[in-house]
């Protein structure tokens, strides 16, 4: 059984940062790719980054050059180190892990809100 924490999330102003973070419990964690969803009300939940274990990453075109995606297999954590945000990147924020023992596993969301 996968189970994933996220925090970090919180209320920042436009410009600002934050850094969320997803801790992972369960085996062979640190050999699957682990990633960051986005969804806001009424629209479909999408990727905003991902990242292989052996850190191949890869980002939506929306965050490329703003945010920053790391993992730490030791800890079976991965980060997300978000900069310059924007209204636009306001959502609950998903932690996911898999392909893994033929699932995909999420975690419980943590809100992001960007306003002045």
């Known amino acids: 059984q996968v189970q994933l924490a996220e925090s970090g999330g919180g209320l920042v102003q436009p410009g600002g940062s934050l850094r969320l973070s997803c801790v992972g419990s369960?085996?062979?964690?640190?050999?699957?790719?682990m990633g960051w969803y986005r969804q806001v009300p009424g629209k479909q939940r999408e990727l905003v980054a991902s990242?292989?274990?052996?850190?191949?990453?890869n980002y939506a075109d929306s965050v490329k050059g703003r945010f920053t995606i790391s993992r730490d297999n030791a800890k079976n954590t991965v980060y997300l180190q978000m900069s310059s945000l924007t209204p636009e990147d306001t959502a609950v924020y998903y932690c996911n892990v898999g392909p893994l023992f033929g699932g995909s596993y999420w975690g419980q969301g943590t809100q992001v809100t960007v306003s002045s």
């Open positions: 369960g085996n062979a964690i640190s050999i699957a790719t």
């Open positions: 990242i292989m274990s052996g850190g191949v990453t």
